[in-house]
């Protein structure tokens, strides 16, 4: 009977424990990462998007594979009928955009409490940042580290353009307002060639 209960515990423990992290988040992985993230790094910054942290499973914004790259993606190319999805995250680059993170690690699989306590940790990472990169628009991706940014924007002594669009995540109606939102922004801060441009400049 005890050995029963024994395993039990073990299989529970075993593996992706509760709060474990993924193989591919873990050691050289998340600086690999960190890497990635820096090689797109503008010379200089038009527009800063702060997310909240990287997901938990591993997915990345700079990997192209999260649903947060889609979502920014497809707005750009809703503003811009001259980018190419293909070549996205070098246009991201080209236009001064670049995106960070408050937290540099998973936050999403944490208690609320534990949760914040790790936002407001990522203040003085996240004022570091922005001291060194200077840019003119702030875009806060989720609303829930308002205070965070708020704090860390302050300490950077930064002023400028903020926008707060909700999350475009599972919600199609979020997804939507952060269109509406952002692509006015977009075609205002950021500018790219016309096509017509463009084929004048190939002939």
């Known amino acids: 009977m005890d050995s029963r209960k024994g395993s039990k515990v073990n299989s529970k423990t075993s593996g992706r424990a509760a709060g474990a992290l993924p193989s ?10 960190e890497a ?7 010379d200089e910054v038009r527009i800063l998007f702060i997310g909240e942290a ?8 700079y990997r192209g594979n999260s649903g947060l790259y889609r979502a920014v ?3 750009f190319l809703t ?4 980018l190419t999805a293909d070549k996205f995250l070098e246009s991201f680059q080209a236009s001064g ?13 944490l208690l609320p409490k534990v949760r914040a306590t790790i936002c407001s940790d990522g203040e003085g990472r996240l004022e570091h940042a922005v001291r060194c990169l200077r840019p003119k628009v702030v875009v806060t991706l989720v609303r829930s580290i308002r205070g965070s940014v708020e704090q860390a924007l302050a300490k950077a002594r930064w002023s400028g353009i903020r926008l707060e669009p ?12 952060f269109q509406r939102q952002l ?3 977009l075609m205002e801060t950021l500018s790219f060639p016309s096509r017509q441009s463009q084929t004048e400049r190939r002939n």
């Open 24 to 33: 591919d988040l873990t050691g050289d992985s998340l600086r690999e990462r």
């Open 36 to 42: 990635l993230r820096r090689r797109y790094k503008p």
């Open 54 to 61: 990287p997901p938990r499973s591993g997915r990345f914004f």
């Open 73 to 75: 993606r497809d707005t």
């Open 79 to 82: 503003a811009f009928s001259t």
């Open 97 to 109: 955009c670049y995106l960070v993170d408050l937290c540099g690690q998973p936050v999403d699989h």
């Open 166 to 177: 909700p999350y475009p995540g599972r919600w199609k109606h979020h997804r939507v307002e």
């Open 183 to 185: 692509v006015p922004l």
